[in-house]
Protein backbone atom coordinates (compact mmCIF):
# COMPACT_ATOMS: atom_id res chain seq x y z
CA UNK A 1 0.00 0.00 0.00
CA UNK A 2 3.04 2.27 0.00
CA UNK A 3 1.86 3.52 -3.51
CA UNK A 4 -1.67 4.81 -1.82
CA UNK A 5 -2.71 8.55 -0.75
CA UNK A 6 -5.20 9.68 1.69
CA UNK A 7 -8.53 12.05 -0.28
CA UNK A 8 -10.38 12.43 2.78
CA UNK A 9 -11.66 9.97 6.05
CA UNK A 10 -15.56 9.13 6.23
CA UNK A 11 -17.36 7.44 9.64
CA UNK A 12 -13.99 7.91 11.20
CA UNK A 13 -11.70 5.73 8.73
CA UNK A 14 -9.17 7.13 6.60
CA UNK A 15 -9.94 6.50 2.74
CA UNK A 16 -7.49 6.07 0.39
CA UNK A 17 -6.68 5.38 -3.34
CA UNK A 18 -3.63 3.40 -4.93
CA UNK A 19 -1.96 5.41 -7.39
CA UNK A 20 -2.67 2.37 -10.03
CA UNK A 21 -6.32 2.88 -9.86
CA UNK A 22 -5.83 5.81 -12.23
CA UNK A 23 -3.65 3.69 -14.54
CA UNK A 24 -7.47 1.97 -14.32
CA UNK A 25 -9.22 5.01 -15.31
CA UNK A 26 -6.59 6.01 -17.92
CA UNK A 27 -6.70 2.35 -20.20
CA UNK A 28 -10.79 2.36 -19.79
CA UNK A 29 -10.67 6.03 -21.11
CA UNK A 30 -8.64 5.63 -23.85
CA UNK A 31 -10.22 2.46 -24.79
CA UNK A 32 -13.34 4.13 -24.73
CA UNK A 33 -12.19 7.01 -26.62
CA UNK A 34 -10.85 4.91 -29.61
CA UNK A 35 -14.29 2.89 -29.79
CA UNK A 36 -16.80 5.90 -29.68
CA UNK A 37 -15.45 8.86 -29.04
CA UNK A 38 -15.38 11.29 -26.44
CA UNK A 39 -19.31 10.70 -25.49
CA UNK A 40 -18.04 7.26 -24.98
CA UNK A 41 -14.94 7.94 -22.87
CA UNK A 42 -16.73 9.89 -20.18
CA UNK A 43 -19.53 7.80 -19.55
CA UNK A 44 -17.02 4.92 -19.17
CA UNK A 45 -15.33 6.93 -16.88
CA UNK A 46 -18.14 8.33 -14.90
CA UNK A 47 -19.05 4.58 -14.83
CA UNK A 48 -16.30 3.20 -13.21
CA UNK A 49 -16.16 6.37 -10.45
CA UNK A 50 -20.02 5.23 -9.62
CA UNK A 51 -18.90 1.45 -9.71
CA UNK A 52 -16.09 2.11 -7.12
CA UNK A 53 -18.52 4.10 -5.11
CA UNK A 54 -19.93 1.15 -4.76
CA UNK A 55 -17.28 -0.66 -3.39
CA UNK A 56 -16.24 1.96 -0.95
CA UNK A 57 -20.06 1.41 0.28
CA UNK A 58 -18.80 -2.11 0.62
CA UNK A 59 -15.97 -1.90 2.42
CA UNK A 60 -17.66 0.99 4.92
CA UNK A 61 -20.41 -2.22 5.31
CA UNK A 62 -17.90 -4.03 6.42
CA UNK A 63 -16.18 -1.07 8.72
CA UNK A 64 -19.24 -0.22 10.32
CA UNK A 65 -20.32 -3.89 11.25
CA UNK A 66 -16.64 -4.19 12.87
CA UNK A 67 -17.68 -1.11 14.57
CA UNK A 68 -20.49 -2.51 16.65
CA UNK A 69 -18.02 -5.22 18.02
CA UNK A 70 -15.32 -2.80 18.62
CA UNK A 71 -13.42 -3.11 16.00
CA UNK A 72 -12.09 -0.30 14.07
CA UNK A 73 -10.59 0.30 10.72
CA UNK A 74 -7.72 2.33 10.16
CA UNK A 75 -8.24 2.96 6.15
CA UNK A 76 -10.12 1.97 3.66
CA UNK A 77 -8.01 1.76 0.15
CA UNK A 78 -9.33 1.64 -3.41
CA UNK A 79 -7.37 -0.81 -5.60
CA UNK A 80 -7.87 -1.48 -9.61
CA UNK A 81 -9.28 -4.81 -8.47
CA UNK A 82 -11.87 -3.66 -5.60
CA UNK A 83 -11.81 -1.89 -2.05
CA UNK A 84 -9.68 -2.92 0.93
CA UNK A 85 -10.93 -2.34 4.52
CA UNK A 86 -8.07 -2.53 6.96
CA UNK A 87 -9.37 -3.54 10.24
CA UNK A 88 -7.32 -3.79 13.10
CA UNK A 89 -8.79 -7.40 13.46
CA UNK A 90 -10.91 -9.97 12.72
CA UNK A 91 -13.74 -10.70 14.96
CA UNK A 92 -12.82 -14.29 16.46
CA UNK A 93 -16.34 -15.34 17.25
CA UNK A 94 -17.38 -17.09 14.66
CA UNK A 95 -21.18 -15.41 14.78
CA UNK A 96 -19.49 -11.83 14.50
CA UNK A 97 -16.91 -12.95 11.58
CA UNK A 98 -19.75 -13.74 9.88
CA UNK A 99 -22.15 -10.43 10.47
CA UNK A 100 -18.73 -8.69 9.38
CA UNK A 101 -18.46 -10.48 6.25
CA UNK A 102 -21.74 -10.45 4.84
CA UNK A 103 -22.19 -6.70 5.77
CA UNK A 104 -19.87 -6.21 2.50
CA UNK A 105 -22.28 -7.80 -0.32
CA UNK A 106 -25.68 -6.84 1.67
CA UNK A 107 -24.99 -3.35 0.95
CA UNK A 108 -24.79 -4.28 -2.68
CA UNK A 109 -27.58 -6.05 -3.11
CA UNK A 110 -29.23 -2.88 -1.00
CA UNK A 111 -27.80 -0.48 -3.74
CA UNK A 112 -29.33 -2.96 -6.40
CA UNK A 113 -32.46 -3.42 -4.87
CA UNK A 114 -32.69 0.63 -4.75
CA UNK A 115 -31.40 1.10 -8.59
CA UNK A 116 -34.43 -1.40 -9.56
CA UNK A 117 -37.44 0.56 -7.68
CA UNK A 118 -35.73 3.60 -9.97
CA UNK A 119 -36.34 1.68 -13.14
CA UNK A 120 -33.10 -0.13 -13.47
CA UNK A 121 -32.91 -3.63 -14.75
CA UNK A 122 -30.93 -6.39 -13.73
CA UNK A 123 -29.71 -8.12 -17.41
CA UNK A 124 -26.31 -9.00 -16.81
CA UNK A 125 -25.73 -8.75 -20.60
CA UNK A 126 -25.87 -5.20 -19.87
CA UNK A 127 -22.67 -5.31 -18.28
CA UNK A 128 -20.76 -6.37 -22.02
CA UNK A 129 -22.10 -2.90 -23.52
CA UNK A 130 -22.00 0.75 -21.93
CA UNK A 131 -26.04 2.10 -23.15
CA UNK A 132 -26.46 5.70 -23.99
CA UNK A 133 -28.81 6.73 -21.80
CA UNK A 134 -29.24 7.29 -17.87
CA UNK A 135 -31.66 3.93 -17.68
CA UNK A 136 -28.79 1.96 -19.42
CA UNK A 137 -26.30 3.83 -16.71
CA UNK A 138 -28.31 2.32 -14.05
CA UNK A 139 -28.87 -0.92 -15.46
CA UNK A 140 -25.42 -1.84 -16.02
CA UNK A 141 -24.70 -0.39 -12.58
CA UNK A 142 -27.63 -2.55 -11.30
CA UNK A 143 -26.60 -5.60 -12.81
CA UNK A 144 -22.92 -5.37 -11.24
CA UNK A 145 -23.76 -4.20 -7.70
CA UNK A 146 -25.55 -7.61 -8.03
CA UNK A 147 -22.76 -9.74 -9.71
CA UNK A 148 -20.24 -7.89 -7.40
CA UNK A 149 -22.53 -9.16 -3.99
CA UNK A 150 -22.36 -12.73 -5.44
CA UNK A 151 -18.95 -13.04 -6.59
CA UNK A 152 -17.86 -11.76 -3.24
CA UNK A 153 -19.96 -14.64 -1.57
CA UNK A 154 -17.31 -17.09 -3.70
CA UNK A 155 -15.86 -19.17 -0.66
CA UNK A 156 -12.45 -17.88 -1.55
CA UNK A 157 -10.75 -17.33 1.39
CA UNK A 158 -10.28 -13.65 1.89
CA UNK A 159 -12.98 -12.49 -0.40
CA UNK A 160 -16.17 -12.49 2.12
CA UNK A 161 -17.54 -16.05 1.44
CA UNK A 162 -14.29 -17.41 2.15
CA UNK A 163 -14.40 -15.94 5.62
CA UNK A 164 -17.64 -16.84 6.09
CA UNK A 165 -16.98 -20.49 5.23
CA UNK A 166 -13.84 -19.52 7.37
CA UNK A 167 -16.26 -19.06 10.25
CA UNK A 168 -18.68 -21.88 9.75
CA UNK A 169 -15.63 -24.35 10.12
CA UNK A 170 -14.48 -22.40 13.21
CA UNK A 171 -17.50 -23.91 14.80
CA UNK A 172 -16.61 -27.66 14.63
CA UNK A 173 -13.03 -26.71 15.03
CA UNK A 174 -10.30 -24.62 16.17
CA UNK A 175 -9.56 -21.27 14.45
CA UNK A 176 -6.24 -21.98 12.60
CA UNK A 177 -7.51 -25.54 11.47
CA UNK A 178 -10.55 -23.27 9.92
CA UNK A 179 -8.43 -20.59 8.67
CA UNK A 180 -6.61 -23.04 6.62
CA UNK A 181 -9.03 -24.90 5.05
CA UNK A 182 -10.70 -22.10 3.93
CA UNK A 183 -7.32 -20.82 2.70
CA UNK A 184 -6.77 -23.90 0.61
CA UNK A 185 -10.07 -23.62 -0.33
CA UNK A 186 -10.10 -20.47 -1.61
CA UNK A 187 -6.27 -21.34 -3.56
CA UNK A 188 -8.14 -24.11 -5.27
CA UNK A 189 -10.58 -21.50 -7.01
CA UNK A 190 -7.69 -19.17 -7.73
CA UNK A 191 -6.40 -21.84 -10.18
CA UNK A 192 -9.96 -21.70 -11.34
CA UNK A 193 -10.12 -17.75 -11.52
CA UNK A 194 -7.10 -17.92 -13.33
CA UNK A 195 -7.66 -20.45 -16.03
CA UNK A 196 -11.00 -18.33 -16.59
CA UNK A 197 -8.99 -15.21 -16.83
CA UNK A 198 -6.67 -17.03 -19.27
CA UNK A 199 -8.97 -18.88 -21.20
CA UNK A 200 -11.35 -15.43 -21.63
CA UNK A 201 -8.30 -12.96 -21.85
CA UNK A 202 -9.86 -11.10 -18.58
CA UNK A 203 -7.05 -9.61 -16.62
CA UNK A 204 -9.02 -8.27 -13.94
CA UNK A 205 -10.03 -11.80 -13.23
CA UNK A 206 -6.27 -12.81 -13.29
CA UNK A 207 -5.42 -10.20 -10.71
CA UNK A 208 -7.85 -11.45 -8.55
CA UNK A 209 -6.76 -15.29 -8.63
CA UNK A 210 -3.25 -13.98 -7.45
CA UNK A 211 -4.39 -11.88 -4.71
CA UNK A 212 -6.60 -14.20 -3.44
CA UNK A 213 -3.70 -17.12 -3.65
CA UNK A 214 -1.48 -15.05 -1.51
CA UNK A 215 -3.66 -13.51 0.90
CA UNK A 216 -5.08 -16.66 1.46
CA UNK A 217 -1.61 -17.77 2.27
CA UNK A 218 -0.77 -14.98 3.95
CA UNK A 219 -3.75 -14.78 6.65
CA UNK A 220 -3.56 -18.31 7.38
CA UNK A 221 -0.29 -17.74 8.41
CA UNK A 222 -0.93 -14.86 10.29
CA UNK A 223 -3.52 -16.68 12.04
CA UNK A 224 -0.95 -19.85 12.95
CA UNK A 225 1.28 -17.57 14.38
CA UNK A 226 -1.20 -15.56 16.50
CA UNK A 227 -2.53 -18.70 17.77
CA UNK A 228 0.98 -19.74 19.03
CA UNK A 229 1.80 -16.43 20.01
CA UNK A 230 -1.20 -16.22 21.94
CA UNK A 231 0.64 -16.88 25.54
CA UNK A 232 3.89 -15.41 24.54
CA UNK A 233 5.55 -12.51 25.75
CA UNK A 234 7.68 -10.03 23.63
CA UNK A 235 10.64 -11.13 26.03
CA UNK A 236 10.53 -14.68 24.43
CA UNK A 237 10.82 -13.55 20.90
CA UNK A 238 13.40 -10.23 21.19
CA UNK A 239 16.64 -9.70 19.96
CA UNK A 240 18.81 -9.02 23.27
CA UNK A 241 22.45 -9.41 21.29
CA UNK A 242 23.10 -6.74 19.23
CA UNK A 243 25.53 -3.69 18.35
CA UNK A 244 23.67 -0.11 18.69
CA UNK A 245 25.19 3.48 17.16
CA UNK A 246 24.85 6.36 18.47
CA UNK A 247 23.25 9.74 16.48
CA UNK A 248 26.20 11.04 15.53
CA UNK A 249 27.91 8.02 13.84
CA UNK A 250 28.05 8.72 10.52
CA UNK A 251 26.51 6.12 7.72
CA UNK A 252 30.00 4.38 6.66
CA UNK A 253 30.18 3.44 10.36
CA UNK A 254 26.43 2.03 9.47
CA UNK A 255 27.58 0.44 6.55
CA UNK A 256 30.88 -1.18 8.26
CA UNK A 257 28.62 -2.52 11.31
CA UNK A 258 26.38 -4.22 8.54
CA UNK A 259 28.95 -6.16 7.30
CA UNK A 260 30.67 -7.19 10.65
CA UNK A 261 27.38 -8.54 11.95
CA UNK A 262 24.28 -10.24 10.76
CA UNK A 263 21.95 -7.18 11.83
CA UNK A 264 19.59 -5.85 9.27
CA UNK A 265 18.12 -3.14 12.17
CA UNK A 266 20.46 -0.76 13.95
CA UNK A 267 19.22 1.13 17.13
CA UNK A 268 20.24 4.28 17.43
CA UNK A 269 20.90 5.50 21.35
CA UNK A 270 20.85 8.44 22.97
CA UNK A 271 23.76 8.89 25.40
CA UNK A 272 21.38 7.75 28.32
CA UNK A 273 20.39 4.18 26.34
CA UNK A 274 17.35 5.91 25.29
CA UNK A 275 16.04 4.72 22.18
CA UNK A 276 16.68 7.91 19.11
CA UNK A 277 15.13 5.50 16.28
CA UNK A 278 15.73 2.74 14.20
CA UNK A 279 18.32 2.39 11.32
CA UNK A 280 16.79 -0.36 8.96
CA UNK A 281 19.13 -1.42 5.93
CA UNK A 282 16.78 -0.38 3.13
CA UNK A 283 17.37 3.08 4.68
CA UNK A 284 21.31 2.51 4.71
CA UNK A 285 21.53 1.38 1.66
CA UNK A 286 19.59 4.07 -0.07
CA UNK A 287 22.22 7.27 2.22
CA UNK A 288 24.82 5.16 0.87
CA UNK A 289 23.70 4.88 -2.95
CA UNK A 290 22.99 8.60 -2.53
CA UNK A 291 26.51 9.03 -1.54
CA UNK A 292 25.68 10.31 2.62
CA UNK A 293 28.05 7.78 3.64
CA UNK A 294 29.81 10.96 6.28
CA UNK A 295 26.40 12.22 6.88
CA UNK A 296 24.85 10.91 10.63
CA UNK A 297 22.81 8.17 10.86
CA UNK A 298 20.42 10.65 12.63
CA UNK A 299 19.00 11.82 9.22
CA UNK A 300 18.19 8.23 7.94
CA UNK A 301 17.09 6.96 11.11
CA UNK A 302 13.02 5.84 11.31
CA UNK A 303 10.72 5.92 14.35
CA UNK A 304 9.20 2.45 15.73
CA UNK A 305 6.85 1.38 17.99
CA UNK A 306 8.45 0.84 21.60
CA UNK A 307 6.68 -2.19 23.90
CA UNK A 308 7.59 -3.07 27.78
CA UNK A 309 8.97 -6.63 28.14
CA UNK A 310 5.57 -8.41 29.24
CA UNK A 311 3.70 -6.68 26.51
CA UNK A 312 1.45 -9.33 24.80
CA UNK A 313 3.58 -10.93 21.55
CA UNK A 314 0.82 -10.40 20.01
CA UNK A 315 0.63 -6.98 20.29
CA UNK A 316 4.04 -7.21 19.11
CA UNK A 317 2.63 -8.27 16.14
CA UNK A 318 0.16 -5.88 15.79
CA UNK A 319 3.00 -3.16 15.91
CA UNK A 320 4.67 -5.10 13.41
CA UNK A 321 2.06 -5.38 11.06
CA UNK A 322 2.67 -1.24 10.60
CA UNK A 323 6.61 -0.83 11.60
CA UNK A 324 9.56 -3.09 10.59
CA UNK A 325 10.87 -3.62 13.97
CA UNK A 326 9.74 -2.59 17.54
CA UNK A 327 12.17 -2.03 20.78
CA UNK A 328 11.37 -3.90 23.55
CA UNK A 329 12.09 -0.94 26.61
CA UNK A 330 12.43 -1.30 30.19
CA UNK A 331 10.81 0.98 33.45
CA UNK A 332 13.42 3.75 32.02
CA UNK A 333 12.59 3.75 28.77
CA UNK A 334 16.21 2.31 27.99
CA UNK A 335 16.36 -0.41 25.02
CA UNK A 336 16.47 -4.02 26.63
CA UNK A 337 16.52 -5.75 22.55
CA UNK A 338 14.29 -5.80 19.89
CA UNK A 339 11.30 -7.59 17.87
CA UNK A 340 11.59 -8.57 13.84
CA UNK A 341 9.35 -10.25 11.46
CA UNK A 342 12.27 -12.22 11.15
CA UNK A 343 12.58 -13.68 14.63
CA UNK A 344 9.20 -13.95 14.95
CA UNK A 345 9.21 -16.20 11.99
CA UNK A 346 11.96 -17.85 13.73
CA UNK A 347 10.07 -18.32 17.05
CA UNK A 348 7.37 -19.85 15.59
CA UNK A 349 8.88 -22.23 13.38
CA UNK A 350 10.57 -23.16 17.11
CA UNK A 351 6.87 -23.51 18.70
CA UNK A 352 5.16 -24.67 16.15
CA UNK A 353 3.89 -28.59 16.05
CA UNK A 354 6.74 -30.83 16.42
CA UNK A 355 8.83 -28.65 19.01
CA UNK A 356 8.22 -29.84 22.44
CA UNK A 357 10.75 -28.37 25.62
Known amino acids: MHWSFPIGRLFGSELRIHATFFLLLLWIGVAAWSAGGMAAAVQNVLFILALFACVVAHEFGHALTARRFGIRTPDITLL ?179 IRTTQHEFPVLAPDGRLAGFLTRDALFRGIAEQHGTQPVSGFMTEVPQLPLAAPLQSVLDALAEAPVVAVIDAQDRVLGYVTRENVGELMVLRGPGMTG
Open 80 to 258: PIGGLARLERMPEKPQQEIAVAIAGPLVNVAIWLVLVLLGATSDMGALARLGAGTGAFLSQLASINLALALFNMIPAFPMDGGRVLRALLALRTDRVSATRAAAVTGQILAFGLAFWGLSSGNFILILIAIFVFFAGQAESQDVSSRAVAHDLLARDAMITSFEALRPEDPLSTAGQTL
